[in-house]
């Protein structure tokens, strides 16, 4: 069973402040890794994609994947309370596998940002 | 870019009442589309993918017969809950990619049976 874990929080952190959101994952041939931001009632927007091992930035995010580890992460500098939002890991297969192109996601994570 | 579009956003309806949902991407051709759901504080759950011209794959434990979808274009999806009952009720979320690009969501259709 492919499996996406997500520690649920709920994570608190004061405006400005570094949120660190992290994600492992079971299946040691996933290629691809993505981070999504999902406002409550909304559907979840990409915020990040990630393939290869290190880091990647943009803006205020930075996406960090370790495939030995099999984790990925997503850092939020100088976070804003219009980051407040909960933020789903997903992942999917390697080409010419059954899952390629399909997400799998986690529970995602909970995230306040408070003034 | 990358937009898709999902209608109707919101559907209440009496139970054995068929529901079709339509999923549109309106600045690229989508390749392959995918139909999720998603119940309170739970995080999504694929239904099925679905590919241009052909028949969609569903996921283990989603009934065909009750979901059934069908993706004329590449532009076009549409997921049609057949005689829904309460417990179908749900957020449906599809979503669309072209090539090995990720995928993009639409807006969710919120589904109340009553």
């Known amino acids: 069973q492919k499996e996406v874990e997500q520690n649920s929080g709920p994570l608190s952190v004061p405006e400005g402040a570094i949120a660190s959101l992290n994600c492992t994952y079971s299946?040691?041939?996933?290629?691809?890794f993505f981070w999504y931001r999902q406002y409550s009632g909304k559907s979840p927007e990409l915020i990040m994609s990630?393939?290869?091992?290190g880091d990647k930035e943009d803006g205020r995010f930075t996406a960090q994947l370790n495939k030995a580890s099999q984790y990925v992460s997503l850092l939020i500098r100088d976070s804003q309370p219009s980051d407040s939002a909960t933020y789903l890991c997903?992942?999917?297969?390697?080409?010419?596998?059954?899952?390629?192109?399909?997400?799998?996601f986690g529970q995602g994570t909970i995230l306040t940002v408070h003034p | 870019g990358a937009v898709v579009s999902q209608h109707p956003s919101w559907v209440i309806c009496k139970s054995g009442t068929s529901v079709k949902i339509e999923c549109r991407s309106l600045d690229f051709q989508a390749t392959t589309m995918f139909w999720y759901r998603q119940f309170p504080k739970q995080s999504l759950m694929l239904m099925a993918t679905?590919?241009?011209?052909?028949?969609?794959?569903?996921e283990q434990g989603v009934e065909k017969d009750k979901f059934l979808i069908n993706h004329a274009s590449l532009t076009l999806s549409t997921l049609t809950v057949t005689s829904a009952h309460p417990e179908d009720s749900s957020f449906y979320i599809c979503?669309?990619?072209?090539?090995?690009?990720?995928?993009?969501f639409g807006d969710g259709t919120r589904l109340s049976i009553l």
């Open positions: 997903a992942v999917s297969g390697n080409a010419g596998g059954t899952s390629y192109g399909k997400l799998t």
């Open positions: 979503s669309a990619r072209t090539g090995n690009e990720p995928q993009h």
């Open positions: 299946d040691r041939v996933s290629q691809s």
């Open positions: 679905s590919n241009e011209g052909s028949k969609a794959t569903y």
């Open positions: 990630i393939y290869s091992n």
